[in-house]
């Protein structure tokens, strides 16, 4: 006489685990400084000698162009 065959077994599956939370969020500061307009020039030529040039400008964005001529009347040989 034969032996009676044995049970099938199913296993269970398994589930892993949740994830940790994510670490909080560091501070942020932010200071964007003091933006100063004031254009002042004080006793700026009072020690220039020969030739001085000067400029001042207000702009927050702006181009000065200056030159300057200097014209020398020489008498030679006299």
């Not at 049970?7 to 939370?21: L, Q, R, S, V």
């Not at 400029?55 to 040989?77: E, F, P, Y």
């Amino acid at each position: 006489m034969a032996g009676a065959a044995g049970a099938t077994g199913t296993g269970a599956t398994g589930t892993g685990g949740a994830g940790g939370a994510g670490g909080a969020g560091g501070t942020n500061t932010v200071n964007a400084g003091t933006f100063d307009m004031s254009n002042t020039m004080t006793a700026a030529a009072q020690s220039a000698a020969g030739i001085s040039v000067m400029n001042q400008t207000t702009a927050a964005a702006s181009l000065a162009q200056q030159a300057i001529t200097v014209q020398a009347n020489l008498t030679v040989g006299h």
